[in-house]
């Protein structure tokens, strides 16, 4: 759909924003309609979904620019973009975001470490230069077309050098005009405190919520209180969704059918009522001879 947002006047407010992760156009569609504002594409759940692998960097640009293009032409949300380190050096990041921005973006993420990555809360990450991040910013902010694309730097250093070496990181960041903050793998509610307190009136700080990851997992409310103004759960979809594909392909294997299913699943014509089959069958009667023929009828009389 690529509608035109506005994320920065929504980020103005002080309500918290809560972005579920999703991983495709389906996960998209079923969170546009349980009525959150925003949607955050995890590079780990298109790993973990589309190659059955791990957040090692294995992913590459043109595998998020797809699933980005399926989402964004299905529902009309911003939606926030995990672009791992930009996929190379300050070249490849403005590639990275001049496609990402065509395919729809309202929020690039650009993190520190080095190519490939890992996921935030795996040990053993390492960083690029800050001069080196900071140039990739640079050329980031150059890259995009329209000031509404907003740019959300990462940083991973809280593992590799500590909490005031990551701060100073986000402050060298910041200073590159970026419009949010991401203080990965805090490992206290003190670290959360302290890293709000230093960037929380100064510009939307993001937290990720890794259920058994690094930093406590809190609620919408308690993210709010705290100064967060972005809270992500960026896995917790996939999670779910494996947790309940296991028992009910065990179920299947073992039972040779779905009847004890039967109540925690959509039926056939559940399933098209959530995507919409009957809307698209009768959009498309207007290109038939039948549709054409009603529609020239009614003009007519």
């Known amino acids: 759909m690529h509608a035109e947002h506005e994320l920065n006047k929504r980020l103005a407010e002080p309500r918290l924003l809560l972005a579920p992760g999703v991983y495709d156009a ?15 594409l995890s ?3 298109i790993a973990y979904t589309r190659l059955g692998r791990s957040d090692v960097g294995l992913t590459t640009f043109s ?12 529902v009309d949300l911003p939606v926030i973009v995990d672009a791992d380190t930009g996929f190379g050096n300050a070249l490849n990041v403005q590639r990275t975001v001049r496609g990402l921005e065509r395919a729809g973006a309202a929020m690039v993420q650009l993190e520190d470490q080095t190519f490939p ?17 900071c140039g990739k910013l640079d050329a ?18 809280v593992a590799v050098e500590g909490l005031e070496a990551a701060f100073d990181r986000a402050e060298r960041y910041l200073e590159r005009g970026v419009d949010a903050l991401f203080i990965e793998a805090l490992r206290t509610p003190e670290q959360m ?24 997992v809190q609620d919408a409310a308690t993210l709010q209180s705290r100064g967060f103004r972005i809270a992500i759960f960026p ?21 040779g059918g779905t009847q004890g299913w039967r109540e925690r699943m959509l039926d056939f014509d559940g399933l098209n009522r959530v995507i919409g089959t009957p809307e698209l069958m009768e959009h498309a009667r207007r290109f038939d001879g039948e549709g054409r023929a009603a529609s020239e009828a009614r003009t007519d009389g």
């Not at 700080?205 to 990851?213: F, H, Q, S």
């Open 26 to 40: 389906l996960s998209a569609l079923l969170a546009q309609q349980a009525g959150f504002e925003a949607l955050y």
């Open 43 to 45: 590079g780990a759940s």
């Open 63 to 74: 595998e998020v620019q797809q699933v980005l293009e399926s989402i964004t032409d299905r």
């Open 117 to 133: 990555k890992r996921c935030g809360h795996l040990d053993g990450k390492s960083l690029v230069p800050v001069a080196e991040m």
């Open 140 to 157: 980031a902010l150059d890259a995009r077309q329209k000031a509404s694309t907003l740019l959300l730097a990462r940083t991973d250093a």
């Open 193 to 216: 405190d302290a890293a709000c307190q230093r960037f929380g009136r100064r510009v939307p700080l993001l937290a990720n919520m890794v259920e058994g990851g690094k930093t406590p």
């Open 235 to 255: 896995g917790a979809t996939v999670r779910v969704l494996a947790h309940a594909l296991q028992r009910y392909f065990a179920d299947l294997q073992q039972a």
